[in-house]
């Protein structure tokens, strides 16, 4: 007789018919409504949707930043009633500081966490030299390239050691080269890091070839409208710039394109 199949792990994020309204002078905006997802420890995660369907605002409700009207969000099993060292932010712009040198700039998050400063800078000192930016390590922002700034704003990001990371459109600010360089870069890291994460991201190509899955989002008020597991053959999974070349890509680009285009008539 067979033994039972192992149990799955419990999610590592977790969002049970979670519900946002805005309250105005104008009125009750509905910007999501009965979102549920559950997140494995370790998974990579894209959201895609159009303009205004509350991407951003799902990646505030993990975070802390914002609470749900409804339903509720959880990190291991625990509601989330605030902003938690479990979760790590990378937002489109990098927001380094330009008096700041580069190693401090890395360790700013931990140091407004009253984290152990040496320990940080430390860790901040490795990341950055793995990201080969050893030798930047007392320059100034201005004095590197944006694809470079990126990786100090990812480097900060990890140096609070969070168990999740979202991130919000964290390429749109560049060039397509150094886009496509760097969407290869961070996702080798966060899963060398065995971090869970979830991407925000307009571009179907990218959320192709980072993630696992791809949600998508109707038009607002958002809910989930299709999760599409991700797999190319090989038993491995490639890089994502090797992964635009392989034949599953432009079958799932191809589905995820009709349906984003459905919203845009409908």
């Not at 799955?8 to 509905?30: A, C, H, I, M, Q």
């Not at 710039?241 to 459905?262: K, M």
């Amino acid at each position: 007789m067979m033994p039972p199949p192992a149990p799955s792990p419990p999610p590592k994020v977790e969002l049970r018919n979670v519900d946002l309204r805005y309250f105005g002078l104008s009125g009750e905006t509905e910007a999501i409504k009965d979102i549920s997802l559950a997140i494995a420890p370790g998974e990579f995660v894209a959201i895609i949707g159009q303009s205004g369907c509350g991407k951003s605002t799902l990646l505030s409700l993990i975070s802390g930043i914002l609470q749900p009207t409804g339903g509720g969000v959880l990190i291991d099993g625990k509601p989330v009633a605030g902003p938690s060292r479990k979760v790590g932010y990378m937002l489109q712009q990098d927001y380094l500081f330009e008096w700041r040198t580069i190693l401090d700039n890395a360790v700013l998050g931990a140091e407004i966490q009253g984290a152990d400063m040496r320990k940080a800078r430390e860790r901040a000192t490795g990341l950055l030299t793995r990201y080969g930016l050893g030798q930047f390590l007392d320059h100034l922002p201005r004095q590197l390239s944006g694809g470079m700034r990126q990786r100090v704003a990812l480097a900060r990001t990890l140096t609070t050691e969070p168990d999740v990371v979202l991130l919000d459109e964290p390429f749109s600010a560049l060039d397509s080269q150094t886009r496509l360089a760097l969407a290869d870069e961070v996702a080798e890291i966060l899963r060398r890091e065995r971090k869970t994460a979830i991407l925000v991201t307009h571009d179907i190509g990218e959320a192709i070839s980072m993630a696992e899955r791809v949600i998508v989002l109707s038009r607002r008020p958002g809910r989930v409208k299709s999760d599409h597991a991700i797999q190319f053959a090989g038993a491995t999974r490639p890089a994502p710039l090797a992964a635009r070349n392989a034949p599953e890509f432009n079958v799932y680009f191809n589905t995820l394109w009709q349906e984003l285009e459905v919203h845009v008539e409908g």
